[in-house]
């Protein structure tokens, strides 16, 4: 376990385990390392004396790596106090922090295999403040029944009890049949691209990129170009359906979805590394239920948090505010009405179209992204190759129908509502967002109308929150009818601007 520092101080320090791992996660790094230098030095110095001066090097590497490490475990040390946590660090250049303890709005644990195997965890304590690292304190890492007892006497206040008969305990748990709407994600054909792209910049390290290329034409030389581009897009697209079935497994995998007796969610989840997030109910502002194009065709989505507190970790790129992964749309809003203990999720409200005008702004901006790349094909055809008319053509036949679709789909998307204590958005094609808005969460409204829309008597309403994204929009309502919403959804926000007729 982690040690007090002095005996009768409440000071702690990390695991000793600490130094452990770093030398650990360092000799595989330098094993990594050691092997193309090896080759590369084998050459010049002989078998034998390649393999002692990587060896040496690795020894090196670690023990330096190491006693780093020693260091920083000797001169960090965390004390949980009455009102405030404190993290003292460093060596040279001495660091202080603190954060009150009332400010704290998030205790995440992770690990990785190697902490999984030694029994730590890494634990992120954070305010959710936009002030860079000056919002967090990492303990990396601590005992497991350490990080635990940090969490759970970090994150357990008194609530007021809340209304309805919602259960506490698990809210939902993984099931394997979910595995089915990971194929069809974004992340699929992103993963392809990449492994077909990885695959040619490896070969061109080792030299070996023309053989490569060379292999691929030879297997294609009596094969037309046409289908030989579709076989490739075709093994390029099933190396993107593995990877993202193997991405969903190590993200999703073990997932469980909990409501505490202290009035915390608590999602856990990972195959390989573990990572347990947890969001305080009174918190919790509303939920966002998104459906990418390609879920929502499979009649799926996921249900993410609209919390205060709750960034993007965009140091580990983590989905952090994801409560529910895509599931069938019957049971995100299952999920959805249970976290914001609602009889019925407002995401289900039935909502309010907007006008028609909507619908031709929407057909206009689709269609000229589409023809954007047509036009710029047409006029270089033109000057330079008659082949680029014949990609051109290819890209209309192709772009324009499927802008059209798109474009009248995300008319059908638009719509706005108030239900209950929620004011409800919807709008989005290729990524579908369903917002469920506490009005109550609602501290300011901006409302925007270009001289397009004024043509058009449109206007897009933002309600403006200090939780999740910080604005949730109904883009081209009617000019009145977004002005009452808005009047109507907080009332006596934005009546001292608006004359009734």
């Not at 505490?260 to 990572?275: A, N």
């Not at 999740?468 to 109507?488: I, K, V, W």
Request: hydrophobic share 45%; glycine share 10%.
């Amino acid at each position: 376990m982690s040690t007090a520092v002095d005996s009768g101080s409440d000071w702690r320090r990390l695991h000793s385990r600490t130094v452990l791992v770093t030398a650990l996660v360092t000799a595989g790094v330098a094993v990594g390392a050691a092997v193309p230098v090896t080759v590369a030095l084998s050459g010049r110095l002989g078998y034998a004396a390649a393999v002692g001066w990587a060896l040496a090097g690795s020894a090196l590497l670690v023990c330096c790596a190491a006693a780093g490490d020693y260091v920083r475990w000797r001169r960090t040390r965390y004390r949980l106090g009455a009102e405030r946590v404190d993290l003292h660090s460093g060596l040279l250049l001495a660091k202080r922090r603190s954060l009150a303890r009332e400010r704290i709005r998030s205790v995440d644990l992770t690990a990785h295999p190697l902490l999984r195997i030694l029994g730590l965890v890494s634990v992120r304590i954070g305010t959710g403040e936009q002030t860079g690292g000056d919002s967090t304190l990492e303990l990396d890492p601590v005992a497991r029944a350490e990080g635990e007892r940090l969490r759970r006497e970090l994150l357990d206040r008194a609530v007021p009890e809340a209304p309805g008969t919602h259960r506490d305990g698990e809210l939902a748990t993984l099931d394997p049949r979910w595995l089915r709407y990971a194929p069809i994600s974004f992340a699929a054909p992103v993963l392809g691209g990449t492994a077909a792209g990885g695959l040619l910049q490896i070969s061109e390290w080792v030299g070996a990129q023309a053989e490569v290329i060379h292999w691929i034409a030879d297997r294609f030389q009596d094969t037309p170009l046409v289908w030989a581009i579709v076989v490739m897009v075709a093994v390029a697209l099933v190396a993107g359906v593995i990877g993202a079935l193997g991405l969903w497994i190590e993200m999703w995998w073990n997932y469980r979805l909990e409501r505490e007796p202290g009035g915390t969610l608590r999602v856990r989840r990972g195959l390989f590394t573990s990572r347990s997030l947890s969001v305080e109910e009174r918190r919790l502002r509303g939920v966002d239920l998104v459906e990418p194009l390609g879920v929502r065709l499979a009649g799926a989505a996921r249900v993410d948090a609209i919390a205060t507190g709750l960034t993007k970790d965009e140091e580990r790129n983590a989905d952090h505010n994801t409560l529910l992964p895509a599931v069938p749309r019957a049971l995100a809003d299952s999920i959805a009405a249970e976290v914001l203990r609602e009889p019925v999720t407002p995401t289900g409200a039935p909502l309010t179209a907007h006008p028609r005008a909507a619908r031709g702004r929407r057909l206009r901006r689709a269609l000229s992204v589409a023809l954007a790349p047509v036009l710029l094909q047409a006029v270089l055809g033109l000057l330079l190759t008659p082949v680029l008319l014949w990609t051109a053509l290819a890209c209309a036949v192709v772009g324009v129908p499927a802008a059209v679709l798109l474009g009248l789909d995300a008319y059908r998307s638009l719509g706005h509502t108030l239900s209950g204590g929620y004011l409800v958005t919807r709008s989005g094609s290729v990524r579908r967002s369903t917002a469920a808005l506490q009005r109550s969460g609602v501290i300011g409204w901006t409302v925007k109308q270009s001289w397009f829309q004024r043509r058009a008597g449109l206007l897009s309403v933002t309600a403006t929150t200090a939780a999740g994204g910080g604005a949730y929009t109904a883009y081209d309502t009617g000019a009145s009818e977004g002005l009452l919403f808005a009047a109507d959804a907080v009332p006596g926000l934005l009546e001292p601007f608006l004359e009734r007729g």
